[in-house]
């Protein structure tokens, strides 16, 4: 597989606080961000089968770059994912976790649906240029194997 075709690869990226840390996650605070950033925004919150925190999921919508996604965040265990996302726009929806839901300071993991599947750990996210993210994602892309 080329690497434009390697570009092109879609999936779903995993985002989480580095070990013993959190990001402090409501969904109050997703909700009044999205307000901000977004003049319509979808936001719907599932409670799950244990009560309106437990168990319970967000899913939201987001543009990043030219790209409208779908995430969703839960706060036990803490984190957001984005679907069906290319590793530019998931380079991009970093850039808007630092920006808007990570604390000054604090890391962040990932992971893709096809690294979970292959039994890779988490990663923790370096904090470069997007660039070296999206490089930083193919490899974990290349890493999963079965793309051929």
């Known amino acids: 597989m080329d690497a434009s075709e390697l570009a092109e690869l879609r ?16 969904y109050e605070g997703i909700q009044t961000k999205q307000r901000e950033q977004e003049t319509d925004p979808f936001i719907r919150i599932d409670e799950g089968d244990e009560g309106p925190v437990h168990g319970s ?8 770059g030219e790209e409208e996604l779908e995430a969703m965040a839960k706060l036990s265990p803490e984190g957001i994912a984005v679907e ?13 976790l630092w920006g808007t839901v990570v604390p000054d300071g604090s890391g962040i993991t990932f992971n893709t649906e ?17 660039p070296r993210l999206v490089a930083t994602f193919l490899a974990h892309l290349e890493a999963t194997g079965g793309l051929d």
């Open 57 to 64: 999921v967000m899913h939201f919508g987001i543009t990043v």
């Open 84 to 96: 069906d996302c290319t590793a530019l726009a998931a380079a991009e929806f970093v850039t808007w």
């Open 11 to 26: 999936t779903m990226y995993i985002f989480g606080p580095a070990e013993g840390s959190t990001w402090g996650l409501t």
């Open 114 to 130: 096809w690294g979970l599947e292959a039994d890779l750990p988490d990663a923790l996210v370096p904090h470069v240029p997007r």
